[in-house]
């Protein structure tokens, strides 16, 4: 896959960049090396395609299980799409599987890579910006990482829901200054520490992203 992700990724950014011209700003601020979270928003499927072009470095994402239990010419070869991009399967719908991908997730960072996350949990229907889940300080806490908050703009043109493929659209990219919360909550309950923790990388997210606070979570839709 190492070998897959070297050939996509010599050919498919340029090409990428070059067809939409994404606005990319604040690019500065991703650490180059070492673990560190890119917490974003959340506005399309293709939201995950978008960040690794753009990032200078791999990018490892958790994907439903469904991408990579495809069957025929077409499973296998989108099977070998997301393992190249780094994407990682977890099955949403299995408890004891969610709760795993955190540990998975932990391994990455601990590797010393770059690990993305949406911590609205699933993609906004209506362009808000919905509440965290607290998985993002989980790891950030756990770990010891900074947190790049990510804000996107116009992905969900890009590719809206029901599209089978990306449109030709320009989209933006903001990148914050690294959320380094190392020392910062010694003492504090744990469960505390991660709503407060989780509540300033959205607060983050949504001054890079513009949008509106919707003030709840966002329930995942069949098919989300």
């Given at each position: 896959?190492?070998?897959?992700?070297?050939?996509?990724?010599?050919?498919?950014?340029?090409?990428?960049?070059?067809?939409?011209?994404?606005?990319?700003?604040?690019?500065?601020?991703?650490?180059?090396?070492?673990g560190v979270i890119l917490a974003s928003n959340h506005l399309s499927f293709?939201?995950?395609?978008?960040?690794?072009?753009?990032?200078?470095?791999?990018?490892?994402?958790?994907?439903?299980?469904?991408?990579f239990t495809g069957t025929g010419v077409r499973g296998r070869l989108t099977?070998?799409?997301?393992?190249?991009?780094?994407?990682?399967?977890?099955?949403?719908?299995?408890?004891?599987?969610?709760?795993?991908?955190?540990?998975?997730?932990?391994?990455?960072?601990?590797?010393?890579?770059?690990?993305?996350?949406?911590?609205?949990?699933?993609?906004?229907?209506d362009g808000r910006l919905y509440r965290g889940r607290t998985g993002v300080?989980?790891?950030?806490?756990?770990?010891?990482?900074?947190?790049?908050?990510?804000?996107?703009?116009?992905?969900?043109?890009?590719?809206?829901?029901?599209?089978?493929?990306?449109?030709?659209?320009?989209?933006?990219?903001?990148?914050?200054?690294?959320?380094?919360?190392?020392?910062?909550?010694?003492?504090?309950?744990?469960?505390?520490?991660?709503?407060?923790?989780?509540?300033?990388?959205?607060?983050?997210?949504?001054?890079?992203?513009?949008?509106?606070?919707?003030?709840?979570?966002?329930?995942?839709?069949?098919?989300?």
């Open positions: 896959m190492s070998l897959l992700y070297g050939g996509l990724n010599a050919v498919v950014p340029p090409v990428a960049r070059a067809l939409w011209r994404p606005r990319v700003r604040g690019l500065e601020h991703l650490p180059r090396t070492g293709v939201d995950s395609v978008v960040l690794p072009i753009v990032v200078p470095r791999r990018v490892v994402f958790l994907a439903k299980s469904d991408y099977k070998a799409w997301f393992e190249a991009l780094g994407m990682l399967p977890v099955d949403r719908d299995d408890t004891r599987a969610a709760l795993a991908s955190l540990d998975i997730a932990r391994s990455v960072l601990d590797r010393g890579q770059a690990f993305g996350i949406y911590p609205e949990g699933t993609r906004s229907r300080a989980e790891l950030a806490l756990g770990a010891g990482v900074p947190v790049v908050p990510v804000g996107l703009r116009g992905t969900e043109r890009l590719m809206p829901v029901g599209a089978r493929v990306p449109r030709l659209v320009r989209v933006d990219v903001a990148f914050g200054a690294p959320l380094d919360f190392t020392g910062a909550f010694e003492g504090v309950p744990r469960g505390k520490a991660r709503r407060e923790v989780t509540d300033a990388v959205m607060s983050a997210i949504r001054e890079l992203s513009g949008q509106d606070e919707a003030g709840v979570y966002n329930e995942r839709t069949p098919g989300a």
